[in-house]
Structures are given as structure tokens and as C-alpha cells.
């Protein structure tokens, strides 16, 4: 069976009807607005458990510090201000000593000298049960700061050259056999980046299912489709429906991921953030993303679209194939059984650290949906053996789009029980021998 | 313009379903395709149609192969429904654009057709009374609240809303109420005059019979009669013979040989084999003085001539 134009004529006319549709579904807005509440919610709720609130930033008890600097470096007193806001109300003096002795509550007094040796910091504190040991730890650690940014100034090193002269780093010490028998395999990581990617795509192709079986059943029960095939093919009104729903599942995760972002920028401003970014760097994913360049971003499109694809084109096929929208449950289980199926594999693969898996499981189709992205991403295989992927699973959304071609008017104009998947097969292949 | 269907055919493994079917439709007006359940009508229709891919044969539309490009066509199919969830107006739309109306006669053509099927009140809401503002304005009905007869209504004004140059009505009437039926009609009666071509199937024969000019008889697949619905009449001569007299006639019946077909209060529906039969028995009666009410002679009806036409075939067997 050869496609034609004309089998597409009419395919932007059903995905305006259908978008239009999903767009004013009362159910489908009811649903976005509590799921984009949620995600706008999140974002507070977890900075309030990660980590310190801004408002919440106790003052010292520290009203007044004296500081006394006799090594000729010039510190910032401002900077520990603004590095530490515990101390914003509280007032630095400079270039003023003042003995321990006459130091009243809420005061302290800083004096940095030099000798021989080198540099001594004296913190002394005027009322020690004001003065909670915390709070002295902390002006010690900011005038510390302030101390070592004023000694690289004065050599003419400013802030983005103390940023890299201080970042961490780690050293590794190997014997020979040590070397041979590293595990050069960082798990977490490729765990974490997997199990992201294949939630997302779990997400999106469950999603998409659920949406197209229901459509699609929707449409033949209401008994409607000879009216709509004298005016429009059968390819048409699927391919019509598909587009739709990528669409509308597309807007929608974009409008999650857009209120997450909001809602982030927003709470930082009220609100200490940064114990959300720490978990996420934390979690090892972004160490191990040895792909990252402006190249991932049409990889992960071009994956889930590809994915979307395969599994919408499923559930075109097996939503046609019910009758009536008590069925709906059954088809929706048969896509469901090949997502988690899938998904479930694909979470034990960064286990087994092998090659040939790498490979195997990008261009397994199906599998490739959840893995061929990541796999490249972390390194595991190169952009061929992805380019490889891709035409596979373009095979595959091909065969699904020729079948569909093939059988979708008579599981349209079916009027019985659900058929099944063997059932489909057996009607194409009746279909190819009646030629 | 004409439409000329020659040699469709199609099969199902083994078994034929519509078994080289011809016919053609020169002028505007009523073609019906008849047959009982399963002689292949729908998909016949189906086929013309293009929906259904044929086997065999091509239907032509001035020449061309007929196709929603070709020609402008009106399809109410058997198997009816509407989208249950989406609102009768956006289907209206939906239609109209698949149909390729333009954008700006659409409103206009879905007023005149929801005026001329009486549905207005379900697909506009009204506008509120004096006195009632401030309460919540009534909204259109939605599909799953409308009767039976109004979603066929509904059906129809999706079939004629491109106004369509064929139509395609596959048991238009069945399951209206009478007055819906004579509404149904109106409408029909006044797309003949329009010089619409019409195809019509349906198992009502007096409401085929009322509208059509030619028709065909499918009985399993194969076409067992066809032509012009008053030269096939003709063909059968005025056989029919309704009887009304005053006094019981039966003696008279019998010894005059025509046969009996049904008496009630002295009404009787006589079967005569040509009207020479029927003047011997009307002769018959005067001669015994017996008061003729109602002497009419007519041709068999549609109804007489499906079922015995299709009956021939089911007695073979």
C-alpha cells in the first residue's frame, strides 16, 4: 500500500478540532491548573525542608564589632555583612582595639597581627551566654574570608580568579594494580540519569495513551466515523489526532517545567533556595554529563519525539480496535505493559556495566525509546551508533504507520469485543493475502 | 451531470458481497438501492463512496472518478452518532470545514438548516427574558441530552450543510416519529427539486416508492432487479385489485378465478392475472346486482414486487 497526499488531505483540520477540544475540556484544565498549583507549591514546601529560610535568618546577638587589623591588608567589612546575613544588623568598627576586659554584652573584638610565623586572628567575646558558640564560629569563619580575599587583592587576584583558585579538587593516589582493577563506573550517576530520563518518557507515553485510546474510542462509539471517512482518510483522522495530543502534552510539560522555574525564581526571593540546587547537583547527574553541548537539547527532543511517536501510533491501534469505551481499560493496559515493561528494564541496566548492553540496549527498539539518549549522553556510545538508533526507531514508527494504513479502516468499521494484538496482526496479514 | 456505477465488485475471502453491481443516474432525482439485510447495500454505498476500497469496477462523476474532490457529496450513514462531550455547534464546524464550506457561510448555512430542522432552540442559547437578568444564562443543549430524532437531525444538517450536489441517505427515516418523517421528506422532496442526484436505501418501500425513479434489488449480493420504478410496474400489469361491495362477493370470487388475498367487512384485496380477469369479475357482480363501492385496479407495489423478487431467490433455496 502505497501513501498518497491525498490520504493526509484534512490532517490540520482534525488536529485543530482535537486540540481545540482537549484545550476546552473542562476535565483536562481542571487538571493542569491543580498540577501547575502543585508544582508552583513545590518549589516553597521544599525549600522550606532543604533549606534555610532567608526570612527565617536569626540576627546575631552581636551588636558591635571591633576590629582591629595591623597587617596592612585592607579587609571589607561589608563583605562579611553581606557574606553572612546573620550579621547585617550588627555595626564594624575598624581600625579600633578594645581589651577583652572591657568588652560589653553583644560585643567582640577582632585583632589580626603579624609576626614572624605569620598571621594570628584573636576573636574575643564580651558576654559568652549571649554570644552562642554557633555565632562565634561564624565570625570567625567570615572574618577568615574576608581576611584571605583581602590578602589575594592586594596581589591583584579579584573575585573570579579566588572562585578558581579555590575550587576543590581531588587527589587520587594508585598503585599499578589499583589502576587495573578501578571500577571506572560512577553508578549513581548513570543511574540517576537514566532513571530521570526514563520517567519522563514514561510519563509523556503513558500520558499520550491515555489521551489517544480515549479520543480514538470516543470518536468510533459515538458511531460518527462514516460521516467523517465520505470527507477525510482514515490516516488522516489518526495522524490528525496524534499531532494533537503531542502538542497539547508538549504545552503542558512546558508549562510545568515553565511554573517550576517561576515558582524557583520567586521563592528565592524570599526564601533560601539553595538547598533545592544543592540536592539536584548533589545527586551526581550533572558530573557525569560528559555530552553536555547545545547538541543534547535536539537529542532529547528528537528522542522523545520519536518515542511519542511509537507509542501514540500503538494506542491509535489499539483504541481502534475497541468498540466501546468500556474497553478503554484493556487498551490502555496493553500500552501500559509495553511502556513499563520497557521502563522496567531499562532501570537495571546501568547496573551491569558492560559495553555490549550499552550498545544493545539503544538499539533494541522500545528500549532504545528510553536508553539511546542517555546511553550517548553519558558516553556510552557515539553519535553513530545514536544516528543508528534513531533510523531504527524511525523503522519502527514506519512499520506501526504502515499498519495502521494498513488495518485502521477495518478496525474502524469493527463493531465487536476488543481485539487483541494477535488478533490486529492476523487481520493485516488477511489483508496483505487478499492481494 | 451524471453518475455512472458499472461492474463493482467486492469479496470477503471467498464470499462475494456486492457481485458486479451496475447502474447509472442521468438526470437529478431518487436512485434506490434495495435489499434485505445483508445483500450488500451498505457496502455498495461504501464503496461508492470511496471509503471502501473495491475489488473491482469505478464510479464515475461526470467522467471522473467520484471522490469528495470530484464532486460535493452529502452522506448520512446508517450507523449514526454524534461526539457525545463536544458541543453540537463545534461539530457543526468541524464538519463544515472537513467539507470544505467556506468560513463565511457557515454561520448563515447552519441557521437556515437549524430553522429548516426545527433544532434552533438546541443549538442556540436563548436569550434571557426581561426581568431575568443577572441569572445565569441557559447554555445550548449537548449532544447526549438531545432525543433520538433530534441527533438524527442534527445528522442530516451534517450531510447538507456543503450543499451537497449527491446525497447519500442510507435509511434516512428509520426511528423518526411521523412528524419528523414528513419533515425528513419535505426536505428530501425539496433537494429533488433543487436537481440534487440522490441515492437513497432503505427498507421502508412506500417512502422509497414515494421519492425514487429507479431503483435496483440486491438480494445476496447480486442485483435482481433494476430500471425505472414505473416501467417495472408497468411490466407487471394492473394486477392488484381492492374490492368494497355491500353483500359478501365470495361465491362470485371464485367461480370467477382470481385470487383471494384478504377480506374484512366486505373490503377485499383481490390478485388478478390481467384486467381482462378483473372486468369478468366486475361484469360477474353487476350481473347479480351486487353494489360495487370501490373497484380499483393497480399495479403491484414496491413492497409487492421486493418481496416477491426477493422471495424467488429465498424459495430456491
Redesign the interface.
Known amino acids: 500500500m502505497k501513501w498518497s497526499k491525498n490520504d493526509f488531505t484534512g490532517t490540520g483540520k482534525v488536529f485543530s478540532f482535537t486540540l481545540f477540544q482537549q484545550l476546552k475540556s473542562k476535565a483536562n484544565m481542571v487538571s493542569l491548573v491543580i498540577m501547575l498549583l502543585l508544582i508552583a507549591a513545590s518549589v516553597p514546601v521544599m525549600a522550606l525542608f532543604m533549606g534555610d529560610s532567608g526570612q527565617s535568618v536569626t540576627s546575631s546577638n552581636l551588636e558591635r564589632v571591633y576590629l582591629c587589623n595591623e597587617t596592612g591588608y585592607e579587609i571589607d567589612v561589608e563583605r562579611i555583612r553581606t557574606e553572612d546575613l546573620s550579621f547585617a544588623e550588627t555595626e564594624f568598627l575598624s581600625d579600633e582595639s578594645r581589651h577583652p576586659d572591657v568588652l560589653g554584652e553583644g560585643e567582640a573584638a577582632v585583632t589580626i597581627t603579624e609576626d614572624a610565623s605569620g598571621y594570628q586572628i584573636l576573636l574575643s567575646f564580651g558576654a559568652l551566654k549571649e554570644v552562642s558558640k554557633e555565632e562565634q564560629t561564624r565570625l570567625q569563619k567570615a572574618v577568615e574570608q574576608a581576611f584571605m580575599i583581602a590578602r589575594y587583592q592586594s596581589l591583584g587576584i579579584f573575585e573570579e580568579d579566588y572562585a578558581l583558585l579555590s575550587s576543590p579538587f581531588d587527589t587520587r593516589v594508585e598503585t599499578v594494580s589499583d589502576y587495573l582493577e578501578r571500577e571506572d563506573y560512577d553508578f549513581e550517576s548513570q543511574f540517576w540519569v537514566q532513571y530521570v530520563y526514563s520517567i519522563l518518557v514514561m510519563t509523556i507515553s503513558l500520558f499520550s495513551s491515555i489521551y489517544i485510546i480515549r479520543i480514538v474510542v470516543e470518536e468510533k462509539s459515538s458511531k460518527l466515523i462514516e460521516m467523517l471517512m465520505v470527507s477525510i482518510k482514515p490516516l488522516a483522522l489518526i495522524t490528525g489526532k496524534i499531532l494533537a495530543v503531542m502538542v497539547y502534552l508538549f504545552g503542558t510539560f512546558v508549562s510545568w517545567v515553565a511554573v517550576y522555574f517561576i515558582s524557583y525564581g520567586v521563592t528565592g526571593l524570599f526564601m533560601d533556595v539553595s538547598g533545592i540546587k544543592d540536592t539536584i547537583f548533589s545527586s551526581g547527574a550533572f558530573s557525569s554529563l560528559t555530552h553536555i553541548d547545545p547538541f543534547l537539547i535536539p537529542v532529547v527532543l528528537i528522542s522523545l519525539l520519536l518515542g511519542y511517536l511509537t507509542f501514540s501510533i500503538l494506542s491509535g491501534i489499539f483504541g481502534t480496535a475497541c468498540s466501546s469505551m468500556d474497553e478503554v481499560e484493556g487498551a490502555n493496559t496493553s500500552v501500559t505493559f509495553f511502556v513499563l515493561g520497557a521502563y522496567l528494564v531499562t532501570c537495571f541496566i546501568p547496573a551491569f556495566p558492560e559495553q555490549w548492553l550499552s550498545v544493545f540496549s539503544s538499539l533494541c527498539p522500545v528500549l532504545s525509546i528510553f536508553c539511546a539518549p542517555v546511553q550517548y549522553v553519558l558516553g556510552n556510545i557515539g553519535l553513530p551508533l545514536l544516528l543508528l538508533s534513531w533510523l531504527i526507531q524511525a523503522g519502527v514508527v514506519f512499520f506501526l504507520a504502515r499498519l495502521c494504513g494498513k488495518i485502521y479502516y477495518d478496525l474502524l468499521m469493527y463493531r465487536g469485543s476488543r481485539l487483541k494484538l494477535i488478533n490486529i496482526l492476523a487481520l493485516a496479514r488477511r489483508k496483505e493475502a487478499s492481494k | 451531470m451524471s453518475l455512472i456505477v458499472s461492474d463493482l465488485w467486492k469479496k470477503y475471502?471467498e464470499k462475494t458481497v456486492v457481485d458486479h453491481l451496475s447502474f447509472s443516474m442521468e438526470k437529478p432525482g431518487v436512485y434506490a438501492l434495495l435489499g434485505t439485510n445483508g445483500a450488500g447495500k451498505t457496502t455498495a454505498i461504501?464503496m461508492i463512496?470511496g471509503?471502501?476500497a473495491k475489488d473491482g469496477g469505478e464510479v464515475l462523476w461526470n467522467g471522473k472518478s467520484l471522490s469528495?474532490?470530484s464532486c460535493n457529496?452529502g452522506?448520512?450513514?446508517?450507523?449514526?452518532?454524534?461526539?457525545?462531550?463536544?458541543s453540537l455547534m463545534?461539530q457543526l464546524f468541524?464538519?463544515a470545514?472537513?467539507?470544505d464550506v467556506p468560513k463565511s457561510q457557515v454561520k448563515e448555512r447552519i441557521r437556515y438548516w437549524a430553522k429548516k430542522l426545527e433544532v434552533e432552540e438546541y443549538l442556540y442559547a436563548p436569550l434571557p427574558e426581561k426581568g431575568m437578568r443577572g441569572k445565569k444564562k441557559e447554555k445550548p443543549r449537548m449532544p447526549d441530552q438531545l432525543s433520538k430524532g433530534n441527533q438524527q437531525k442534527i445528522?442530516f444538517m451534517?450531510?447538507l450543510l456543503s450543499d451537497p450536489e449527491l446525497i447519500?441517505l442510507d435509511e434516512p427515516m428509520s426511528g423518526l416519529d411521523p412528524v419528523n418523517t414528513d419533515l425528513f421528506k419535505q426536505v428530501i422532496r425539496e433537494e429533488i427539486d433543487r436537481g440534487k442526484y440522490l441515492i437513497m436505501s432503505s427498507h421502508q418501500m412506500a417512502t422509497v416508492e414515494e421519492f425514487c425513479t429507479d431503483i435496483t434489488i440486491l438480494d445476496r449480493s447480486k442485483a435482481v432487479l433494476q430500471g425505472n420504478l414505473n416501467e417495472i410496474k408497468k411490466s407487471y400489469g394492473r394486477v392488484n385489485l381492492s374490492l368494497k361491495t355491500e353483500t359478501d362477493i365470495a361465491p362470485y370470487i371464485a367461480q370467477s378465478g382470481v385470487v383471494l388475498l384478504s377480506e374484512k367487512e366486505y373490503e377485499y384485496r383481490l390478485k388478478v392475472q390481467n384486467e381482462g380477469q378483473a372486468n369478468a369479475l366486475l361484469g360477474l357482480l353487476i350481473q347479480n346486482d351486487v353494489t360495487v363501492i370501490t373497484f380499483d385496479l393497480s399495479e403491484p407495489s414496491l413492497h409487492e414486487i421486493f418481496v416477491e423478487k426477493v422471495g424467488e431467490g429465498h424459495e430456491v433455496e
Not at chain 2, 452522506?75 to 454524534?82: K, M, N, Q, S, V
Request: net charge positive.
Open positions: 475471502g461504501r463512496l471509503m471502501l469528495p474532490k457529496i452522506y448520512l450513514a446508517e450507523e449514526r452518532g454524534l461526539y457525545p462531550k463536544y463545534d468541524y464538519f470545514s472537513l467539507r445528522q451534517i450531510a447519500v
